[in-house]
């Protein structure tokens, strides 16, 4: 908000015509949808996964819930940073071009949750990265691929190896 606005220029209540500004709520959609699909993971994942095994070690429940945890907090940061940038900005959050980045990053997390169901844990891991950082974040596919690559066996390693928990 603009603490001292110069005769005939508008400030963060008004318009450029004087008039009472309108509030938008278009820029909460992606967090609800984050939130629903967190939400989603983590009633599913209880019940219908355990999330640990009769020997005490994580299950396969363990996984989703805490992802579906993550969605959920990472909704709540947007929510906050859109709350901050409102206060000081009179331009519509919908007009951010770093919006778009996250319906991209949306995108590639649906079409990685489909790669998981139907290529298993590992493909689809590195699918989902290879996506997020060649499209997303305009990194070269080589370094894209490396990376899913590294992370994947990282992913093999921790779960299969060393907590001997099987991956969907």
Do not use: C
């Not at 355990?50 to 996984?63: A, H, K, S, V």
Request: charged share 15%.
């Amino acid at each position: 908000m603009n603490p001292d606005p110069q005769p005939g220029e508008p400030d963060a209540r008004t318009d450029e015509d004087g008039g009472e500004q309108r509030h938008s709520y278009g820029h909460l959609i992606v967090p609800m949808l984050l939130t629903a699909a967190g939400t989603f993971l983590i009633v599913e994942s209880v019940h219908s996964l355990p999330y640990r095994t009769t020997e005490g070690q994580p299950g396969p429940g363990f996984l989703p819930i805490w992802l579906g945890g993550v969605l959920i907090g990472i909704s709540g940061l947007i929510v906050f940073q859109d709350r901050r940038s409102l206060r000081g900005d009179t331009a519509s959050p919908a007009a951010n071009p770093a919006r778009w980045k996250i319906v991209k990053f949306l995108a590639v997390m649906a079409a990685g949750i489909l790669a998981i169901q139907f290529a298993g844990a590992l493909v689809g891991i590195a699918l989902l990265i290879v996506a997020e950082l060649w499209w997303v974040e305009d990194q070269p596919f080589w370094r894209s691929v490396a990376v899913a690559v590294l992370i994947s066996a990282a992913t093999y390693a921790l779960f299969e190896v060393a907590l001997d928990v099987q991956l969907p």
